[in-house]
């Protein structure tokens, strides 16, 4: 296993906070302060210009730890939060992808994910075999081919706000299609797919041919109304019940 440097805790209302780096990628988990028994454990994955302390992923982890008594982890993307050297902008990030190739950026966070499940889930609260994915937009973009790549180490996920068609607005070298199509096929556990009907990023239609690619048995899609960045109080519900639902049946 990689070596993991881990923060002091810090408390607060029931939620233990813990940030940690492992393989160079820094990271937080959102604990149960006082968990009797080894507890499920959603990763969540940012969208583009976020980190894993923005104000959605704090929000996320805080509730599965202190309402819904799930642990929740978060890591940096490829050049956003601290791993952004201290300069950030969407130009510059988006241009970075570009420069590196994004096959080899895809590939390298799904590395990082992989040492991050890794690290929290050896820590005695956390259960091994009931981990759940949840990222959107960019978070889909290297949250599915983590998903594929996990097999039944990832026991479900909550994706979406991505499609198979290109946007014209992005830089055509950050294009992922073929890729995801790839891995959506390899998909197998249960998975909420979340499309905003009036996305200007992401067309409906090929959202829609994303869905239609995942190879799990068990896909639903949910759809709201407004455009890429809208998450209402209703969906945020959504994600939540489907990830603890699956995450606490039985194996």
Same mark, same amino acid.
């Given at each position: 296993?990689?070596?993991?440097?881990?923060?002091a805790?810090?408390?607060?209302?029931?939620?233990? =906070?813990?940030?940690?780096?492992?393989?160079?990628?820094?990271?937080v988990?959102?604990?149960?302060e006082?968990?009797?028994?080894?507890v499920?454990?959603?990763?969540?994955?940012?969208?583009?210009?976020?980190?894993?302390?923005?104000?959605?992923?704090? +929000?996320?982890? +805080?509730?599965?730890?202190?309402?819904a008594?799930?642990?929740?982890?978060?890591i940096?993307?490829?050049?956003?939060?601290?791993?952004?050297?201290?300069?950030?902008?969407?130009?510059r990030?988006?241009?970075?992808?570009?420069?590196?190739?994004?096959?080899?950026?895809?590939?390298?966070?799904v590395?990082?994910?992989?040492?991050?499940r890794?690290?929290?889930?050896?820590?005695?609260?956390?259960?091994?075999?009931?981990?759940?994915?949840?990222?959107?937009?960019?978070?889909?973009r290297?949250?599915?081919?983590?998903?594929?790549?996990a097999? =039944?180490?990832?026991?479900?996920?909550?994706?979406g706000?991505?499609?198979?068609?290109?946007?014209?607005?992005?830089?055509?070298?950050l294009?992922?299609?073929? +890729?995801?199509?790839?891995?959506?096929?390899?998909?197998r556990?249960?998975?909420?797919?979340?499309?905003?009907?009036?996305?200007?990023?992401?067309?409906?239609?090929?959202?829609?041919?994303?869905?239609?690619?995942?190879?799990?048995?068990?896909?639903?899609?949910?759809?709201?109304?407004?455009?890429?960045?809208?998450?209402s109080?209703?969906?945020?519900?959504?994600?939540? =019940?489907?990830?603890?639902?699956?995450?606490?049946?039985?194996?």
């Amino acid at each position: 296993m990689t070596a993991v440097r881990w923060a002091a805790d810090a408390v607060a209302d029931g939620v233990l =906070e813990r940030g940690f780096e492992v393989a160079g990628v820094p990271g937080v988990v959102w604990l149960p302060e006082r968990a009797v028994a080894p507890v499920p454990l959603v990763l969540l994955g940012h969208g583009g210009s976020g980190h894993k302390r923005a104000p959605r992923q704090v +929000r996320l982890g +805080r509730w599965f730890a202190g309402t819904a008594g799930v642990a929740a982890a978060a890591i940096d993307g490829p050049y956003h939060g601290d791993r952004a050297g201290g300069r950030f902008d969407v130009a510059r990030y988006q241009a970075r992808m570009v420069a590196a190739g994004m096959e080899r950026v895809v590939g390298g966070m799904v590395a990082d994910w992989q040492a991050a499940r890794e690290a929290v889930t050896a820590l005695a609260a956390v259960d091994a075999d009931r981990v759940g994915y949840l990222g959107l937009s960019m978070g889909t973009r290297f949250g599915l081919p983590f998903v594929a790549a996990a097999g =039944e180490l990832v026991r479900c996920a909550v994706l979406g706000k991505f499609g198979l068609r290109h946007p014209d607005q992005l830089p055509a070298g950050l294009a992922a299609g073929p +890729r995801l199509a790839a891995d959506a096929a390899r998909l197998r556990v249960p998975v909420l797919y979340h499309v905003q009907w009036d996305d200007e990023l992401f067309d409906r239609a090929g959202q829609f041919e994303l869905f239609d690619r995942l190879g799990s048995p068990d896909k639903q899609l949910i759809a709201f109304p407004g455009g890429h960045a809208t998450a209402s109080e209703a969906a945020i519900a959504a994600w939540c =019940e489907f990830l603890v639902r699956h995450l606490r049946e039985p194996a």
